[in-house]
């Protein structure tokens, strides 16, 4: 089955071990890495900090997990982020903190400011063995549906789209409001000009 893995360390030098592990030990026959990266949250954005790529040239999966971590780090990853920080412990409850069901809104939360993870594109034959291959470090492994992240990161890609025109949007009606009040100012001004004038005769 091919999955989307995301896996968070504890020890964020243990992410990068895991990382040339898994990318010295890509293809056996458990499982086949076909697209890798590790991420870490710094300053509050998510960046991509290494990677590792097949370099099958294939539409259906290649840029996967490049598009996930453009996500993360874009606009809606870090809304998504901030929102979940404010809400946890207040309106949202435990399990809506917990939930994994979508990558997105999972990353956004697991990755808090410093946290460090991998993200990988996997087709497992056997999940025990991708696990075991971790064992050794202090980590918690999640997977997804290769498919349904696909399905996923489009719909985040259009939401971010339509987040970035409704700012352009609100950006220009800002400033069409900012020239009216300068040319407001002006018209004062000028017919101020006109008074004081008026007023001398």
């Not at 996967?64 to 606009?75: A, E």
Request: hydrophobic share 40%; proline share 1%; aromatic share 6%.
């Amino acid at each position: 089955m091919e999955n989307v893995v995301m896996i968070t360390f504890d020890v964020e030098a243990q992410a990068y071990q895991a990382f040339s592990q898994l990318k010295n030990d890509s293809v056996n026959s458990a499982y086949t890495i076909l697209q890798m990266a590790v991420i870490k949250n710094g300053d509050g954005k998510i960046v991509p900090v290494d990677g590792f790529d097949s370099g099958i040239d294939s539409t259906d999966d290649t840029g996967l997990i490049g598009s996930v971590v453009g996500i993360l780090g874009g606009p809606l990853g870090v809304l998504l982020g901030a929102s979940i920080g404010l809400l946890t412990g207040s309106i949202m409850d435990a399990n809506d903190a917990d939930d994994n069901s979508s990558l997105i809104l999972y990353g956004s939360q697991a990755l808090g400011e410093g946290k460090t993870a991998i993200v990988a594109l996997v087709q497992e034959s056997d999940e025990k063995a991708f696990d075991l291959r971790l064992a050794d470090y202090r980590c918690t492994i999640t997977r997804w549906d290769a498919g349904e992240i696909a399905d996923e990161v489009e719909q985040a890609e259009e939401q971010q789209k339509q987040l970035a025109k409704e700012a352009r949007e609100k950006l220009r009606a800002q400033k069409k409001a900012d020239r009216e009040k300068e040319r407001a100012e002006k018209r004062a001004a000028i017919h101020q000009k006109f008074e004081d004038f008026k007023a001398r005769l």
